[in-house]
């Protein structure tokens, strides 16, 4: 494992110093429940899909913004089934959703490059709304708006329209 410098080491602990800072109570447990679904299933770093199980698992109002309930049990499905067998062929990988370049995000310790790239988006997300703390909906429109990310991929194995998703929670936020 290449070492890291100690500006690069000041960066991500920056970083995560900002996107800690910018989320809500309700958010920061979400991502704490992500960390654990991570370290339980046996991952070096929480990705975009832990976060999406752990958002889903816990925020009625993330819920609320899926086309029905059967679509919300489809994704949660697919994310069980990810814990034990379907997400293999991504354990010992790094998530890079292509979205960005993954040297312009620099590494934060037990964080894929694309899930630090989502939780700056959700916290850029509620500043635009003119909030100080970010929320579920900011975290799901950030999850679905970056079409590479395995949240989207277990999204659109689940049947959800990652583009429609996006769009209803813009109507429930007024646009943002």
């Known amino acids: 494992m290449p070492e890291q ?3 690069t080491v000041v960066s991500a602990v920056s970083i995560r110093a900002d996107i800690d800072a910018g989320l809500s109570a309700e958010l920061a447990a979400v991502v704490s429940g992500a ?4 370290h339980r299933d046996g991952d070096r770093q929480i990705d975009t899909a832990h976060l999406l199980h752990s958002l889903l698992e816990s925020d009625p109002e993330v819920r609320a913004a899926f086309d029905g309930g059967p679509q919300v049990a489809r994704v949660l499905g697919y994310l069980v089934q990810r814990s034990i067998g379907y997400g293999l062929r991504w354990q010992g990988t790094v998530e890079d959703s ?3 370049p993954v040297v312009a995000t ?3 310790p037990g964080w894929s490059p694309s899930a630090v790239t989502v939780m700056e988006g959700t916290v850029e997300r509620a500043r635009r709304r003119g909030e100080p703390r970010a929320g579920g909906l900011d975290l799901l429109d950030a999850l679905a708006s970056d079409r590479a990310c395995r949240a989207v991929n277990v999204l659109e194995r689940a049947g959800v329209d990652a583009r429609a998703l996006t769009s209803r929670i813009a109507d429930a936020s007024h646009g943002v």
């Open 98 to 100: 292509g979205s960005v």
């Open 5 to 7: 410098s100690d500006s």
């Open 106 to 108: 620099p590494a934060v």
């Open 35 to 38: 960390r654990r679904r991570a």
